[in-house]
């Protein structure tokens, strides 16, 4: 996500890792682990800091609030995953309220019909 919204191409990231794209396809994808002082030297060359992709993490040592930041890791999941991060880029760009709306209802009764589909 972060790379995406700076604009550098994964071409450009694995050049400056010393990397193929390839490799950096599969850190993105989860296909890979990323070992700490390779997400030391991408959060470098992404100039942010470690902690940016812990964000909306829950806090391990937090046993209290366990579970209460599943809206967090929702909206993590979702801005994960190309379309949810073009959607979450080109929504805020519909100025009229209305048409926001309707698609957020077409949006809402799609995945409704989803749930009530029977499995085949």
């Not at 002082?37 to 209290?64: C, H, M, N, W």
């Not at 309220?97 to 949006?107: A, E, F, K, N, Y």
Request: aromatic share 8%; hydrophobic share 40%.
């Amino acid at each position: 996500m972060r790379r995406k919204i700076l604009g550098v191409s994964q071409e450009r990231l694995a050049d400056d890792l010393g990397l193929t794209f390839q490799q950096v396809q599969k850190y993105e994808r989860g296909a890979n682990r990323v070992s700490a002082s390779k997400l030391y030297e991408i959060a470098r060359s992404l100039q942010s800091s470690v902690a940016y992709f812990f964000e909306g993490l829950a806090d391990p040592t937090d046993l209290e609030g366990f579970g209460e930041g599943g809206s967090e890791q929702f909206v993590h999941d979702f801005l994960m995953t190309p379309e949810g991060l073009e959607l979450a880029a080109l929504f805020p760009k519909i100025s009229k309220g209305r048409v926001r709306r309707r698609i957020l209802d077409l949006v809402r009764s799609m995945a409704e019909d989803l749930e009530e589909a029977p499995e085949s």
